[in-house]
């Protein structure tokens, strides 16, 4: 009778060590198809160092294309106006391509100027990412977390 047991406990395992391998990669194409197409920027958020927030509306676009099957890369646009509580407006426009990343939880956005150069290399952490809401979290040079909140 133990011997059954184990015989089993050892297919289960088995069995489940290959659906958790297929459904993680399947994660990352997942996001990938859910994450192409034009998104709305509604607001965002600002934490700074000591952990205290800030909320404002910005307007912009970011629109994503669709990857190839045969990669999870493929180009993007970007481009939004903040506007920060007590400072001055910033524009943001960007143009290159993206890759998902650790399992469809971050994406790697090479920014590329006109000519097809690489000028600046981000990583967004992906918090919400539904068929209708997307938000992204990415740190600044002064030490604060900046999340963009979009919609469809």
């Known amino acids: ?69 045969n990669t999870l890369q493929s180009t993007f646009t970007f481009s939004a106006t903040l506007v920060f509580p007590s400072a001055a407006q910033s524009s943001i426009s960007q143009q290159g391509t993206y890759e998902m990343i650790e399992k469809g939880d971050y994406i790697t956005v090479k920014q590329l100027d006109a000519s097809g150069v690489e000028i600046g290399v981000y990583t967004y952490r992906i918090l919400v990412l539904t068929k209708t809401d997307l938000e992204l979290e990415y740190p600044d040079n002064l030490g604060n977390y900046i999340t963009l909140i979009f919609s469809r």
């Open 1 to 69: 009778m133990s011997r059954r047991i184990l015989i089993f406990m050892k297919a289960l395992f088995t069995f489940l060590i290959i659906l958790w391998v297929f459904v993680s990669c399947d994660k990352q194409k997942q996001s990938a198809r859910q994450l192409a197409g034009t998104w709305e920027l509604t607001s965002y958020k600002v934490k700074n160092a000591e952990g205290l927030s800030t909320y404002d509306t910005g307007s912009g676009i970011f629109h994503f294309d669709k990857c190839s099957k």
